[in-house]
């Protein structure tokens, strides 16, 4: 009778002891997880002294909460063009992106094509005529939209 005492005593502690030790794991825990914040106020239902008869949003955030979103560029390369064809570049990108070309003085005759707003959409043309100069030359086309900012070069072949 005694040895089953003895396994009772201690079945009865043990209980008490992880009892203890779960809730002591569950006070560390809540340090590492970052228990709860109590520094802030919790927002309140009923509407403050202060508080704006409209409560419409603002209607432009502030740049640090507008989500970046990627500008997606993707340019079409033209054909292999004869010296002093039009050369045609169709870009397509986000809508609203402002787009400028990068085009070398031999792959072009006269000015540099001016840079592009996107319109909604997404697609827009770069035109120009091909420079006198046999060759394989690389055009850049950078697009900005927001915070966002993206370039790709693409080879154009004149023969």
């Not at 030790?21 to 109590?38: H, K, N, P, R, V």
């Not at 949003?57 to 002093?84: E, F, K, M, N």
């Amino acid at each position: 009778m005694n040895i089953v005492r003895a396994s009772q005593r201690a079945t009865r502690g043990g209980c008490g002891t992880l009892i203890v030790g779960l809730i002591i794991l569950g006070a560390i825990g809540s340090l590492f997880d970052g228990g709860s914040d109590t520094s802030m106020p919790r927002p309140s239902s009923a509407p403050s002294a202060t508080s704006d008869p409209d409560p419409s949003p603002s209607p432009t955030p502030s740049p640090s909460v507008v989500p970046s979103l990627p500008i997606a560029l993707a340019v079409d390369p033209p054909a292999a063009v004869a010296r002093g064809a039009e050369i045609v570049l169709t870009v397509r990108a986000s809508a609203g992106s402002e787009c400028e070309i990068g085009v070398p003085e031999l792959a072009r005759a006269g000015e540099a094509p001016a840079a592009l707003f996107v319109p909604n959409g997404g697609i827009a043309t770069f035109t120009w005529r091909a420079g006198a100069t046999k060759g394989v030359w690389f055009a850049t086309v950078v697009c900005t939209a927001e915070l966002e900012r993206e370039a790709l070069e693409v080879a154009i072949t004149i023969k």
